[in-house]
């Protein structure tokens, strides 16, 4: 036996090095670590054998499960996506991803959350639907933050009747901003009711989504701005203009209001004397909504 | 003519305001159902709760936990996992709805 004596810390790391390796295409642990190491020799450091197993095989039940569960919870979060690339697509980009960004919280929940900057750094990955499995993913994620993000209080009357122009407001966490190449909200919501009829129609769903990328029906390339948010704990898609996105993002940004509202209008095309009613329509709506509240209630009120 | 315009958008902005903070609030106190309808309608596409099995209610689970069957000693676990493919472990507590 090769056990070494060693700190708690380094044998956690050394556990979670070994773990979060990437298994091999046969889906077993690899025979050498990073490092250079036989893995044999990294596992019978501080695992002993037993009368049926090695160290190596002990350590390579867990390697297996760490990767059986996170790809799992990745293509639960990314179903939409999965079916654009196809089963196999998506198992070697979700392996290059998790390597790449390992689960590093305590939740499953955030495993995601680097998916859609790390596809765009990782075109290969994609093939020819790069942009729209670039948009579906974009989609799929703001789906799990809208999902779970924080709500705080909208703006008040009160509040609302010490606003000027210098005003700086903040959205609802859970609003989340999509810039999209393509009408692809429309397809994820698609594929996503697909997958819902497949799944109650069978019982119970079972991993058996089609190797090949799904046909599609042909969306054409076209700016399209969306917000996923939340109302009554359920999540919604919004359409919206493209003014109305810009001075959304201005607020987020922390924008004084004015120059917030002016920002939207930059590149418009929209004459400018509708713009006094759609902005009233906007603000209706957003305040209806409840996405509208302040960032430091000290600032926002004025003594 | 840019102030005056200017000038325009805040007072639009500010009585947009004004209007849909009064609704949401009549709503929630007068009407609770119907406001609920009318703030869904302006909210667009939903997606809804539904009949799949609850998400993450694997998390933390595994077919092996409990049953022994994933102490090493016996390898009974490998390459099962009663998560797998359910991807019931994303998140946390919490039903995650589906698309309608």
């Not at chain 1, 002993?48 to 297996?64: D, G, K, Q, V």
């Not at chain 1, 900057?117 to 994620?141: C, K, Q």
């Not at chain 1, 799990?144 to 210098?166: C, G, H, K, M, Y």
Request: proline share 5%; with cysteine.
């Amino acid at each position: 036996m090769n056990l070494q004596p060693m700190s708690l810390a380094d044998l956690q790391r050394e556990m979670a090095a070994a773990v979060m390796m990437p298994l091999t295409a046969d889906e077993d642990m690899r025979a050498q670590a990073p490092d250079g190491r036989a893995m044999s020799e990294v596992a019978a450091s501080f695992i002993a054998p037993n009368s049926r197993l090695t160290a190596f095989e002990r350590l390579e039940i867990y390697n297996r499960q760490y990767w059986y569960r996170v790809m799992g919870a990745l293509a639960e979060d990314f179903p939409a996506l999965r079916t654009v690339l196809g089963r196999s697509r998506f198992e070697a980009l979700s392996i290059a991803y998790l390597t790449a960004h390992p689960s590093r919280s305590f939740s499953l929940r955030n495993l995601g959350s680097e998916l859609s900057a790390w596809l765009a750094d990782n075109p290969h990955f994609t093939g020819r639907r790069h942009l729209l499995a670039l948009d579906v993913a974009r989609i799929e994620w703001a789906f799990v933050e809208a999902f779970d993000s924080a709500e705080r209080t909208p703006l008040t009357l009160d509040q609302i009747a010490t606003l000027d122009a210098d005003s700086r407001l903040a959205l609802q966490p859970h609003v989340q901003l999509i810039c999209l190449n393509y009408p692809a909200d429309d397809l994820v919501l698609a594929l996503h009711d697909g997958e819902k009829r497949q799944a109650s129609e069978a019982g119970v769903k079972h991993d058996d989504s089609p190797e090949a990328p799904a046909r599609l029906p042909k969306l054409r390339r076209r700016p399209t701005w969306v917000a996923a948010h939340r109302v009554d704990l359920a999540v919604y898609y919004r359409r919206l203009q493209p003014e109305e996105f810009v001075t959304l993002t201005s607020i987020r940004e922390g924008q004084p209001l004015a120059e917030a509202i002016q920002s939207g209008f930059a590149d418009s095309r929209i004459p400018a004397a509708r713009w006094p009613q759609l902005v009233r329509e906007w603000f209706a709506t957003w305040a209806e909504l409840g996405w509208i509240c302040a960032p430091d209630l000290d600032a926002l009120i004025k003594t | 003519m840019k102030n005056h315009l200017n000038a325009m958008l805040l007072t639009a902005a500010l009585s947009g305001l004004i209007g849909g903070t009064s609704v949401a609030a009549q709503a929630a106190t007068h009407n609770a159902a119907a406001g609920n309808s009318v703030k869904a309608a302006k909210a667009g596409l939903r997606y809804v709760g539904a009949d799949k099995p609850a998400k993450h209610s694997c998390k933390g689970k595994n077919d092996c936990k409990g049953q022994g069957g994933c102490k090493s000693s016996d390898n009974g676990c490998k390459g099962k996992n009663s998560c797998k493919g359910k991807g019931g472990c994303a998140t946390d507590g919490s039903k995650m709805p589906d698309a309608i």
